[in-house]
Each structure stands twice: as C-alpha cells, then as structure tokens.
C-alpha cells in the first residue's frame, strides 16, 4: 500500500523536530530546563498575586539583591567542582568589609581600602588551602573552623561595630548605586565574574583540570595533573572572589559589616551551587544552573517580601530547597543508600 507523500512528509517532519528538541535540551541540561520552567511557575504565580513584583524598580532590587549572594555562588561552584567546599567564604567577605572601610577611613582613599581587602582576602584563601592541604583536614571541617576564626578576627579589630562611612566615596557610591546603560553596576559586576568564570572552565585545560580533579582525583594525579597547586589556587581564587563580595557589601551598605550582611551567605551561595546541579562529590556542575538557582532564590526570597509572608519562611524555604537539591543528585548518582534497606 502506498502511502501519500504529505503523510510520508509529516511523518518525517515528527522526528526532526524531535531532534531539534531534544538538541535544544541536551545544549540547555535538563537541570537548567528544570530551573527555568521552577522560575517561570513562581514568576506566574507572584505576579498574579501582586503586580508590583513586574515593576522594573523590583526587578533591578532582584538584581542588586542577589549581586553579592551570585558572585560567592559562582566560585562556590568552581570549590565544589574541584570536590571541596568552602564555608569560610560570608566571614571572609565580613572580615574583608571591615577592612576595606577602616583603611578608607585612615587613608582617605577607596582604592588603598579595596587593595587592601583584596590582600586580605588573598591571605585567608591562602590560610584555608595551607590547612586542607598539608594539614590534611577535610576542607568542610577546615573551613567551618576558618569561619568563626575570620568572624572572631572582623569582630576583634572592630569591637563588633560597623566601622567607618564610605558613602561619601565616589568609588563606593558607584558600586553601590552606579548604573552603565541603564542596569546596576552590581548586576554587571556579577555577569562579568559569571562569564570570566564560565570562560575559564570551559575554555582552558585549567577549567578542564578542575572537572578532572573532581570526577576522579586519582585518575588525574596520575595524568600528572598537581592537584594540590591546584586546590591551593581555588581556594586562593575563592578568597579573593570573597573579598571583592566584602568590598560590594562596604559599598551597599556604607560602612565595613563585621557579620551584618555577610553571616548567612554561606548558606545561601551552597544551596544556590547545589540547586543549579552542581555534584557535592566534585566534577559537575556549570555557571548557568548556578545563575539560574540564584536567580530562582532571589525571586523567591523578594516574593516572599512583598507578598507580606513572615521572614521566617525564607530559611525554611532555602534549607528544604538544599535538601531537594542534594537528595535528587543522590537519586540520579546512584549512589548507594545510608543505612539499613527498607
């Protein structure tokens, strides 16, 4: 029996359009497709509940909200890549707040505070790959022994005040409140950290390097690839990154914040990396799902807010997102179950 042409025609159309779809999810990831279809849902629904939340005012306060959480997420993904982790990073970006506001306040210049700061940060990333690496500690123990050290150490040289005013500072005004083309400096600040870091992985053999270290350090150490020079960088890298987020907090907020501001961004930039499908064991993950997760919270967090629900809820809300997160890349690992079968 022949079959018509149209039907032969349509038949075969079904198929290429299949694959087209299913090139457009494998380019996108299926967790990044997921994110985006969690981020249209809950754009939908808040709106519909309070139309101030489209006003192009609130979208900019998303955007400079989630500004400083973004930027430790996005290095928090290059730690977790790697196998790491690092919950030091809200107190260095506390401890280099302050620092960066007492050195303007002494020198009268933004730049020597933010050179500063910078030192400062690349110090105590240093200090952090130094105790993983030759101490041999476990780099959650390590850096959860660094976090209260470094907020122990910004609480010390400040007597637990916010120190200095930098909202005189053009430099710090600019951070703060500046605008090129019409979009906040903080939102272009985190886009360029976002591309830079998203060049760097997937672009050079030292990204490349990172994945590998993470999928399978031994498999690595054996390609010749020095994975401690490699953990100290990160870690150095985190630091740094930390410090320019202890920078943008001085500027947002007017002064150096020994723990206002930063305590709590440990948790926020972690779940925001695990949510945007970055592994906890190391070696996957991208900058987009990581972009896209804190997009998601920031969304949720300012939703929360101007639907009028108790503030509460958004530790609640972030604490069962970590746990969904983690849970499903069990789920999908493979990895075998704790404890007793059922």
Same mark, same amino acid.
């Given at each position: 029996m022949m079959v018509p042409a149209t039907e032969a025609v349509g038949a075969a159309s079904i198929p290429a359009k299949r694959g087209a779809l299913r090139r457009i999810l494998d380019m996108l990831g299926v967790q990044n497709v997921s994110l985006l279809i969690a981020l249209a849902v809950l754009v939908a629904f808040i709106g519909s509940q309070n139309s101030n939340f489209f006003y192009s005012s609130n979208i900019?306060?998303?955007?400079?909200?989630v500004a400083i959480v973004g930027i430790l997420a996005v290095i928090q993904t290059v730690v977790m890549l790697l196998g790491g982790l690092d919950i030091s990073v809200s107190s260095q970006a506390g401890l280099t707040s302050v620092v960066s506001a007492m050195v303007f306040t002494? *020198?009268?210049?933004?730049?020597?505070?933010?050179?500063?700061?910078?030192v400062v940060g690349l110090a105590t990333g240093l200090l952090n790959g130094?105790?993983?690496? $030759?101490?041999?500690?476990?780099?959650?123990?390590?850096?959860?022994?660094?976090?209260?050290? $470094?907020?122990?150490?910004?609480?010390?040289? *400040? !007597?637990?005040?916010?120190q200095g005013y930098v909202g005189v500072d053009q430099v710090f005004i600019f951070l703060a409140r500046g605008t090129l083309a019409g979009i906040p400096v903080l939102i272009w600040i985190l886009a360029l950290v976002a591309l830079v870091t998203q060049l760097l992985l997937h672009y050079?053999?030292? #990204?490349?390097?990172? $994945?590998?270290?993470?999928?399978?350090?031994?498999?690595?150490?054996?390609?010749?690839?020095?994975? !401690?020079? $490699?953990?100290?960088?990160?870690?150095?890298l985190c630091g740094l990154v930390s410090a320019l987020a202890g920078i943008l907090l001085t500027a947002r907020t007017g002064s150096g914040q020994p723990t206002s501001g930063s305590q709590g961004l440990e948790l926020q930039c972690i779940t925001a990396a695990a949510l945007g499908g970055c592994s906890m064991q190391?070696?996957?993950g991208t900058i987009v799902g990581t972009i896209l997760a804190?997009?998601?919270?920031?969304?949720?967090?300012? #939703?929360?807010?101007?639907?009028?629900?108790? *503030?509460?809820?958004?530790?609640?809300?972030?604490?069962?997102?970590?746990?969904?997160?983690?849970?499903?890349?069990?789920?999908?690992?493979?990895?075998r179950s704790v404890g007793l079968p059922a």
């Open positions: 900019a306060t998303v955007g400079t909200t002494a *020198s009268h210049s933004a730049l020597a505070g933010i050179a500063t700061a910078f130094v105790i993983i690496v $030759y101490g041999r500690v476990n780099a959650v123990i390590a850096t959860l022994a660094t976090l209260a050290a $470094y907020r122990g150490l910004a609480n010390l040289i *400040s !007597n637990g005040r916010a050079t053999d030292i #990204g490349r390097n990172i $994945y590998a270290v993470g999928g399978n350090a031994t498999a690595a150490r054996l390609a010749g690839i020095p994975l !401690n020079r $490699y953990i100290l960088g990160v870690y150095v190391g070696g996957k804190v997009i998601l919270l920031g969304v949720l967090q300012n #939703g929360l807010i101007i639907l009028d629900v108790n *503030s509460f809820w958004q530790d609640i809300a972030q604490g069962a997102l970590l746990v969904i997160a983690v849970v499903i890349q069990q789920r999908r690992s493979g990895a």
